[in-house]
């Protein structure tokens, strides 16, 4: 085969990075085994142990239990189903802010679920009066996301859990993307801040583990025995994961990633996106576009339709949030001088001079 992997020098858009070179060593030990048969491949087995148990330390969860995934949507729609499995309804719904990612769609779809869709505020939060308002006695799910995919914003989740366990509903939190930078910073998000029941946190984006690596967490193991089917012909007699031959390079590299960052690794790479982020904000501003305040490392900003494609033309992946702004999300790979070179890009004259063109 001759085709090699794109590089990620200009990749401005992706929620996924170049994993750390523990963790690209680690997938590439582990890409033939198969965590989906324990009773086969107990050393992976073991390994998953470890990477929930890494997830859990991150996540302030006291006895973790959970499973790595194939990625956020696969995490999503499993807590969708735990809900489902636990609510005692023919007809049930599931209550997700606006911002909430394109995976519930999906969840919703493959499960007969209805989805509540309730609007966020003028800092893109969700709106908890019309969350509490599009609650009854069918809503199996409150979803809370902890660093949204357009703007990175954390919702109110204390709140959100709060109002769920007073209906009788889980409450899940999407911190797929998130996950991995909300630690060194004040936000309420985690299992200790929050009486959470389901949680996504995906190594393979902020954790800079290899793909697939999406992480599922459960405040107590007796969720996932709501997602268990009984498995005839394996070693063992049960599997809650929605794949069944998964590869351990995903598991195998989420442990490598957490040996070598947690947390002070993590801490650093936060820092630097976060700068990155507020420098590219404030470049942009300085150009006359409206920038939406990055929160967590992740900038929008109003950038008129011509200059957006005649970016894509020169090269950069960069893509846009449903309201049209311009979205970069400063992962790890993402470095300041990257960022200089797209900005002297965007302010070169044949650029700019497509800014006439309305959003
Ligand atoms: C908040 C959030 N949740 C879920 C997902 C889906 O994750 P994946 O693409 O790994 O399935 C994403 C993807 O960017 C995301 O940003």
Redesign the pocket.
């Known amino acids: 085969m001759r085709a090699k992997p794109q590089s990620f020098d200009r990749v401005l858009s992706s929620?996924c990075t170049e994993p750390h070179p523990d963790a690209r060593e680690a997938a590439l030990q582990f890409l033939a085994t198969n965590p989906g048969d324990p009773g086969t491949y107990p050393t992976v087995a073991a390994l998953e142990d470890d990477a929930i148990t890494a997830l859990g330390e991150i996540t302030g969860l006291e006895e973790p239990a959970g499973y790595i995934a194939s990625?956020?949507?696969?995490a999503?729609i499993q807590a969708v189903r735990i809900a489902r499995e636990r609510v005692n309804t023919p007809t049930p719904n599931v209550v997700l802010p606006e911002s909430g990612?394109f995976?519930f769609r999906k969840a919703a779809d493959l499960l007969g679920i209805e989805l509540r869709i309730v609007p966020t505020d003028e800092n893109h939060r969700v709106d908890i009066d019309a969350v509490s308002e599009s609650i009854d006695e069918d809503t199996a799910l409150v979803v809370g996301?902890a660093?949204?995919?357009e703007y990175g914003r954390v919702d109110p989740i204390p709140e959100l859990a709060r109002i769920a366990h007073d209906a009788g509903a889980l409450c899940h939190v999407?911190a797929?993307?998130g996950g991995f930078v909300l630690p060194f910073t004040d936000y309420q998000w985690n299992f200790s801040h929050a009486r959470i029941d389901t949680m996504?946190i995906?190594p393979?984006k902020m954790g800079q583990a290899a793909v697939p690596a999406?992480g599922l967490l459960v405040r107590e193991a007796a969720l996932l025995d709501e997602l268990a089917v009984d498995t005839p012909y394996l070693e063992t007699t049960a599997q809650a994961t929605l794949t069944g031959t998964r590869s351990g390079a995903g598991v195998a590299s989420t442990v490598a990633a957490f040996e070598a960052l947690w947390p002070d690794g993590y801490a650093a790479q936060y820092e630097r996106s976060q700068a990155n982020a507020d420098w590219l904000a404030a470049t942009l501003e300085g150009l006359g576009y409206d920038v939406v305040e990055p929160t967590l490392p992740l900038v929008a900003a109003a950038v008129p339709t011509g200059t957006f494609d005649a970016l894509r033309s020169k090269g950069w992946r960069i893509s846009r949030t449903g309201n049209g702004e311009l979205r970069v999300v400063c992962m790890p790979h993402v470095t300041r001088s990257m960022l200089e070179s797209f900005v002297d890009d965007l302010a070169a004259p044949t650029v700019r001079e497509r800014s006439s063109a309305p959003l």
Request: charged share 15%; no cysteine; aromatic share 6%.
């Open positions: 929620m990625g956020g949507t696969e999503n990612h995976s996301v660093g949204t995919t999407d797929a993307w996504t995906d393979h999406g």
